[in-house]
């Protein structure tokens, strides 16, 4: 992973299916003190990490998991998944990619390749570049909702038209 990025890495930014050896990178993304604080999620120790991954991410057919790349670096990863009859949206991109507009291009191709409406995403009430990145792209309020004690905005993408 590089240190620094170079001015175009905003026409870099490309998605791929997620390889073997990106889980490294993921797991060490999981695990920046200032990304848990961020997004108030709890980073799984590197075994439950792997098999939470390799599970019920990985060999879900219903998944949909793309790597971020910045050139040849992994940057991160976006995924949908299916929670009841709600389809969810995530992404995880580590620090050396944030406030590049790494994220807004990723977010942008990878809806794209997710077609599914409603799509819905529930970042912590207190991560506020994650909501504005999710509202840059049309995402909007629909409520809150709680994760144990903490309080997440629950934020909806209709329909085209909607």
């Keep these: ?26 797991l060490a993304y999981e695990h920046d003190p200032e990304a848990v604080r961020r997004s108030r999620f709890t980073p799984r120790p590197r075994e439950a990490f792997l098999k939470h991954w390799g599970t019920n991410v990985l060999r879900d057919e219903t998944c949909l998991v793309q790597t971020v790349t910045v050139g040849d670096d992994v940057a ?7 929670d009841g009859d709600r389809r969810f949206l995530g992404y995880w991109l580590g620090r050396p990619y944030w406030g590049r507009g790494i994220g807004t291009k990723a977010l942008a191709l990878f809806l794209a390749l997710e077609q599914t409406r409603p799509l819905y995403a529930d970042p912590f009430h207190a991560n506020t570049a994650s909501v504005r990145l999710l509202e840059r792209h049309g995402f909007q309020r629909e409520g809150t909702i709680h994760h144990g004690d903490d309080e997440h905005v629950l934020l909806v993408l209709s329909a085209p038209g909607k």
């Design 1 to 26: 992973m590089r240190e620094e990025l170079s001015d175009d890495a905003y026409t870099d930014v490309g998605l791929r299916d997620v390889r073997d050896a990106d889980l490294e990178a993921f």
């Design 76 to 82: 991160g990863s976006v995924v949908s998944w299916w």
